[in-house]
Structure formats: structure tokens, C-alpha cells
């Protein structure tokens, strides 16, 4: 940022870009909508939030926006997905959760799983999150190092947890070895911009105490993220209770996996102990809820959680349980669902929604310094999305009109650290027609 | 349809339409979906689904459209809503249900309905369901000879229920005077090819025992449908023991009122009682899940009800409960809901989901011999969507792609009776420019 010394009456400071929205809802502060305003964007940063007219008189850009239909907010963070299960989408539906996977889902990724795979499948998934304005996303999956270049190809914001459980894959021979993989992964990913990894032990059910433990002690010593699939369904927690005499939340608290930065996903089984245990140890909840209604799995009770004063993002799951990764339309689901499972109509309204797929992605994934919210001095990660189409007329409050109506396929540009990477709806770090042919031969692979 | 006599080799059937498509789900026979083959269109009716190059054989038209990446289906049928009310979209959200009915909805109700809201609101609602592939829908709100005349202006298919309640509104002095008008509205209708006539006793907590009996017994001789909310909420039912000593289904059934033309909106709290009343009666359940989300109603136990053999068709209600017109994502929230509720991932499989978007719903209409699939001699109400956009790659089943995914904005076309009201995605008998300019003039007179 330079100040230009040559214009006529006050010094214009020199910026990347202006973009000029009819509506602003920057999440901090909370429940803020600001009308006719524009975001000051430099060196990937934001440096102001201000009227149209006071941007005008204070900056000058070659690159100035105008979105005069449009709403922007933070960009959104889509807290759990498996990207290249994309490849997987629609291939098993309407099937009892176990004979899903055990049937469909394990054989499929048993056969099919591999680096190109990942890579391909990655690829399709980021395409459809960018599109869907989503600036980051919280990845599980085998070969993680694919998705992390495709990631650095599109430019999109990600943490990656590496896969661990106790038995081999594709991927790897066992807990060693994914260890050793997902550490040299962090290693070389230590500085980068955009790349964040973290463990990701696969559930308290498929990972042993000792490698739970050796997780605990590692992450909290390296100040690293945990994603974990916690309490999906009834039927973990009582093989749990069998199995060790307790909750698998208990379990994880006493081998020290609970944490500040422990992100447990879904959690549809929840008592007063689990709400505690939540509350003490400052971990995260990652609600899916349009996989756990796929998956008959049950409801989490958000609002509950929120009211306990727990931090709740969102995630869309894998497209093999969903079928698609687009946020705002997880929101709508959540916000819905969230008011019957509390029997309140006034249960996880709009605003507190754009807050879950924003700042609180960004809490779970302690990247709140950085990303969740349209602040000055945080980096320009930003969603557009054009209100204009009839289903969003009348306009009262742009921020109901996002949640609650079909806007997904109305998101327009997306910007992540500054870059555009979707512009007036189209990719502009990614080749459509080339992803498209690769899904196709993936599809007619698997097809048959 | 005329045979030409001027062809090289074979005769070929003149028509008017060819719609050359790559799939075809006709909803009857069930479960199927044909590829590469042809709808052949003449005077408002199917005449042939057939393979393409059977249709070239065959059929001759000037008028011969390729469709290769879409999908067609009966025309989706909306089974209740309250069309002008899209007005109100947005306008209030987010509030407990007797709040936002005594604070919110029922006074802008008071100061704003009339004549001119009831037809701007219309047209911006009938606009918004041909833009999501809504070839029929079931209304019920005041001035329904508003709304008729922009259907028939729009060429959209609708049953009208005329609204009838014990006290006054803008649209009449009380129950006679809603009689009245409603037998008026039926008689100029009485041959349209479009417009179909309901009653429409607004619930059982708001209409008197003689006037419902009134209703059943011109209902059942006319053979005119009848429509009403019924079993919304757990407070309705508590209400009407205290009253009645019965539940609301009990006393319908008593007073004549459940038959096989009486559509049931909601039905969230049921019990073995009412299920046999409906199986018994014969009467339709129309499932408006978004809507029994947002105002926390419920859940409608709809796989149950399916079980018991009961016709379950789906709606959107109102936007101002929903809030959009979008049935597609109501589908997907029925089917994913459905799942959960009855603790079953195999629970109204995608396929079903279409059929009570389709057939179930012209059932619940008395169309059923009319429209509601695809088959040979029903009127060429056809929807089609485009499956080309990445987020519904890769394609294994292209209706699970249809239920499960983010589907609504893609739908490309839209017959209804042979005529197109849509062509690539975009109004052929509305203006959307000048209702946009109508849309606005309401929102600013109902913001301030």
C-alpha cells in the first residue's frame, strides 16, 4: 500500500481493490448488516470497511467492483467434508446405514482409492466449494498431500487431518506410518499461507488408546488441530460403554484428546456429562446435519450447545452422504432443523447460522486471528452473493433471504487471501471442462 | 396430429413437439428411468415416449428440442401453498410460532391484503415455481379469483381452495359470504382447462361444526376437493380434546369431512387412530416439511404413513414459513428428514420423493388421470432439469442426483398442457422485469 502524492485535493492511498456491495454483513460485529458500503482490499488483507463514498475519497484502486445486488460475507468455512468422496456421490443412496458401508462404501473406497483418485476427486470437490462460496475447508481423507496440492492450485484455504486408525488402507500400513506421514506433511507445510494440517484420528471406535494418547500428547505439545468423528450414532455410544464403561467423550477427556483445539463432528448422542465436558474442555462441534439425517444417524441439539455456550460450526460431510458440498444450503437444513429438534421457532436464527459457517469454522480451526469475519487487518476471505434472482424478492433482511432461501447457486465471486478465485460465477483457478472429463472417466470406471 | 402423405418410406405423424432428452423418468411404471429416448407432443397431450431414433422414424415436427444432459419429469406438482404471501418472504423469521402470528404475520395481513396484493403476490410466487419446475399448485389465501387470473394469464395449472373461516377478512364478511363467492369462483370455472376449484376451510380450531358439515356435504356432491390444515401442531390437538373431548382428525371424520378428495396439510402429531381414519377415509396427506421445521411444529412421521399405504404429497406452504417456493429442496428436506425421523437411512428412497412431488401429489388432487406422470394420452406437463453442472457430477443415478443434490436452480424448461412456460431457465409468459418493478413498489410500502 503506497500513498500516491499526485491527486488534487486530499492524498488517495493506492490499493489492490474496492469492492463496492449493496450489502455488507461482516459477522463482527454480530448481527451487523451495513447498507451501500465497500470492503478496501490490499495485499490480501482487508484495510477498511466504509461507506462508497468515504472509500472514494480516501482510496484509489485500478481494481474497483461494483456489486449492486449483491451481499458479502466472511468467506464461508465449510468445518468437515472428505473432498474426494465427490467421486462417490449418488454411487449408494437409501441404504441402512451399515449395509451402506459395508456394502457400497468400504468395498468402493477398497477398490478405487488411490493418489489419482484423491487428486481427481479433490479436485471436483474444491470446484463445487468454490462455487458454493466456501474460502475454506476442514478435509479427512487418504492422501492428503493430493488434496493439499490441488488446494495450493486453486488457491483455497484448507486444514487438512491427516487419516489414523488402527488398521492399513491405501494410504498407509497403520498408526506408524500415518504418523509419520501426517508429521512430514505439517513439516512441510509450516509455512504456508494457506495449508494448515491437523490429526485426524478417525473415531474413538477405530483408534486405540494408545495411539489416542500419543495423539493427545503430540497435538497439544505442537499446537496442532484434532478432528475427530465423536458420537455420530446411538449405537457407538453403546458399544463405548460396553467395551470401556464409559461415553467416548469421557474417553477422550481422560486420555487427553479434549482440548481447545479438538473438533468433534456430528455428536447427534449428547447428555448433561457431555455438555460439560464440552464447556471444560473448550473443544469444538462440527454439526453435519444433512449427513445425519441421510444417515438416520440423529439430531444434534444445536441450540442446546449454543445456549451452553459451546462453540458450533458446520460441515457438509462427504457428497457420498449428503449429496452436495454446498454450505449455504447445509445452513438452510440447520437452521430448519435446529428450531423443531429445541421445539422453538426461534432456536439458531440467520445470523447466528452465518456466524457457525464463519467465525465459529474459523474458532474450531484456531484460525480466528486470521479468518471468520470481515475485520480490518484479517485476510480478504470473501464471499459475494447476487440477491437479485426472483426467489430472493422481497428483501427485508439480506441475511434471512441467504439462509433461508435457495441462494447456493447465487453466490457470484469468492476471494481467499485477496486472490479471486470464482467471478461472476465462473472458476478462475481451475479449468471446468478439463475437471469434467476427468470425473467422467472416473465415473464410467466405477460405473461398471 | 395428422399423417403426412408426402414421406420417402415410411409415413411419419405430424406433431408439435419432440423433446429429444437423456433421461426420462415418467414416475409410471415406478423406479424407472429411461435413457436417450424421445416425449412426443401433439395438442397438449403425450402421444409416445419412445427411443430417439424410433422417434425419428415416427414423428415429425417443426418443433424438435435436444435436451442431452437433462433429465425429465412429470411436471412437479406444489400440493399447498399460499401464493401471494411471497410478499411476506423474509418480511418475518426467526420468532416463536404465536409471536410471529399475533405480532408479525396477522397484522401485516390486516393492513396490506387486498385485490392488488393478492395478484402481485401471485405472479411473483407463479413466477418463482416456474422457474423450479412447479407445473401445478394447490393454493389457498384470500382473493383467489386474483390468483386465477394470473394463473390463467401465466397458462400455469393451480387448484384454488377458497379460503372459509368463522369471522371476517378482507375477502368476506364470514362463512356465507365465503361460500358464496367460493360457488361463484367454481361455476366460471366449472370448464377451464387449468383452473380447478377446491374448499378450503382455513383449520379445524377456526371453522364451526355446521359450517364444516356444510362444506362436506356440497364437497361430496359436487365432487369438489377440499383442503385444510389439520394436525399442525401438538397445542391443536391438546385444544381440541379439551373442546371437543376428540382429536381433530375424530371430529372431521364425524362430521363428514374426511373422504377421498380431502387433502390434510401437516399432520405432524399422529397417532394409530388417525392413521386409521386416513387409511379408512381415503383421504391425502400433503407434507410440507420446511415449514413444520421453521415454525417448530413437528415432525411428519412420513415413511410410517407411506407403510400404512396412505397418499402423501408434498408442499412448500407459504414463503413466509419456508421461504421459498423451491419443491425440489423440499424434496430433499422431506427425503433426508424422513430418514432420521424414522430412524431408517433407507426411508423415502429418492424415487418415491418424485413420485410425491408427481403422482401422489395429482392424486391428492383428483388429477390423477390428467397428469402426475409421463405416460401416453396426460397432458404434457413435463419439467426438465439440467444435470450438466459440476455439482451433480459424477451422475450413477440421475434422480438421486435430482432429490439429493442442490437440483432446484437447474431446472431448464417447464410445460404445462403442451405450452412452454419456460425455455432455458428463462419466463415465456411472464415479464420478470416488470414484476421485479411491482415487487419492489410492495416491499417498500411493507418495510416502512
Known amino acids: 500500500m503506497s500513498t500516491s502524492p499526485l491527486q488534487d485535493s486530499v492524498d488517495l492511498t493506492i490499493v489492490d481493490l474496492i469492492i463496492k456491495a449493496r450489502w455488507i454483513a461482516p459477522v463482527v460485529p454480530a448481527n451487523k448488516v451495513f447498507e451501500d458500503c465497500a470492503l478496501v482490499i490490499d495485499q490480501g488483507k482487508i484495510i477498511a470497511l466504509?461507506?462508497?463514498?468515504?472509500?472514494?475519497?480516501?482510496?484509489?484502486?485500478?481494481?474497483i467492483l461494483l456489486l449492486p445486488h449483491h451481499l458479502l460475507t466472511p468467506g464461508l468455512i465449510n468445518s468437515h467434508t472428505h473432498a474426494a468422496m465427490n467421486l462417490f456421490r449418488g454411487y449408494a443412496n437409501d441404504q441402512p446405514l451399515q449395509q451402506w458401508l459395508t456394502q457400497s462404501i468400504w468395498p468402493a473406497e477398497k477398490?478405487?482409492?488411490?493418489?489419482?483418485?484423491?487428486?481427481?476427486g479433490s479436485e471436483l470437490a474444491i470446484a463445487e466449494m468454490i462455487q458454493s462460496g466456501i474460502s475454506c475447508f476442514a478435509d479427512m481423507y487418504f492422501f492428503p498431500e493430493e488434496t493439499a496440492?490441488?488446494?495450493?492450485?486453486?488457491?483455497l484455504r484448507c486444514q487438512l487431518s491427516f487419516p489414523i486408525m488402527d488398521f492399513p488402507t491405501a494410504w498407509g500400513s497403520g498408526p506408524d506410518d500415518y504418523m509419520a506421514k501426517g508429521l512430514t506433511l505439517h513439516d512441510n507445510f509450516r509455512d504456508s499461507e494457506l495449508i494448515n494440517i491437523a490429526f485426524g484420528p478417525h473415531a474413538p471406535y477405530t483408534?486405540?488408546?494408545?495411539?489416542?494418547?500419543?495423539?493427545?500428547?503430540?497435538?497439544?505439545?505442537?499446537?496442532?488441530?484434532v478432528q475427530i468423528h465423536l458420537h455420530e450414532t446411538a449405537q457407538e455410544i453403546e458399544d463405548s460403554l460396553k467395551t470401556y464403561n464409559k461415553r467416548?467423550?469421557?474417553?477422550?477427556?481422560?486420555?487427553?484428546?479434549?482440548?481447545?483445539?479438538t473438533q468433534c463432528v456430528h455428536m447427534t448422542q449428547i447428555d448433561d456429562t457431555d455438555i460439560a465436558l464440552l464447556q471444560n474442555s473448550g473443544a469444538s462441534v462440527i454439526h453435519c446435519p444433512e449427513s445425519n439425517l441421510k444417515l438416520a444417524s440423529g439430531f444434534c441439539p444445536v441450540q442446546r450447545l449454543l445456549s451452553a455456550g459451546i462453540n458450533v460450526a458446520i460441515g457438509t460431510d462427504g457428497a457420498a452422504s449428503n449429496n452436495d458440498l454446498s454450505l449455504l444450503g447445509e445452513l438452510k437444513t440447520a437452521a430448519l432443523l435446529a428450531k423443531a429438534v429445541a421445539q422453538d421457532a426461534s432456536a439458531l436464527n440467520a445470523h447466528t447460522a452465518l456466524r457457525m459457517a464463519t467465525l465459529h469454522g474459523a474458532m474450531a480451526l484456531g484460525l480466528e486471528d486470521k479468518i471468520g469475519s470481515l475485520e480490518v487487518g484479517k485476510s480478504a476471505d470473501?464471499?459475494?452473493i447476487d440477491l437479485s434472482h426472483l426467489h430472493a424478492q422481497p428483501?427485508?433482511?439480506?441475511?434471512?433471504?441467504?439462509?433461508?432461501?435457495?441462494?447456493?447457486?447465487?453466490?457470484?465471486?469468492?476471494?481467499?487471501?485477496?486472490?479471486?478465485?470464482?467471478?461472476?460465477?465462473?472458476?478462475?483457478?481451475?479449468?471446468?471442462?478439463?475437471?469434467?472429463?476427468?470425473?467422467?472417466?472416473?465415473?464410467e470406471k466405477i460405473a461398471n
Open 149 to 155: 496440492q490441488v488446494c495450493l492450485d486453486a488457491k
Open 50 to 63: 466504509l461507506p462508497h463514498q468515504e472509500a472514494d475519497r480516501r482510496f484509489k484502486a485500478d481494481n
Open 248 to 261: 467416548p467423550s469421557q474417553r477422550l477427556m481422560d486420555l487427553g484428546l479434549l482440548f481447545p483445539l
Open 111 to 120: 477398490r478405487w482409492v488411490s493418489d489419482s483418485f484423491v487428486r481427481d
Open 382 to 384: 470473501i464471499t459475494a
Open 207 to 225: 483408534v486405540s488408546d494408545s495411539v489416542l494418547r500419543r495423539i493427545a500428547i503430540l497435538a497439544q505439545e505442537m499446537d496442532m488441530p
Open 395 to 443: 428483501i427485508y433482511d439480506p441475511v434471512s433471504q441467504l439462509i433461508y432461501n435457495q441462494s447456493a447457486q447465487q453466490v457470484s465471486h469468492l476471494w481467499v487471501n485477496g486472490e479471486c478465485l470464482l467471478s461472476e460465477g465462473k472458476l478462475q483457478t481451475l479449468d471446468e471442462k478439463e475437471l469434467k472429463a476427468k470425473v467422467k472417466f472416473w465415473q
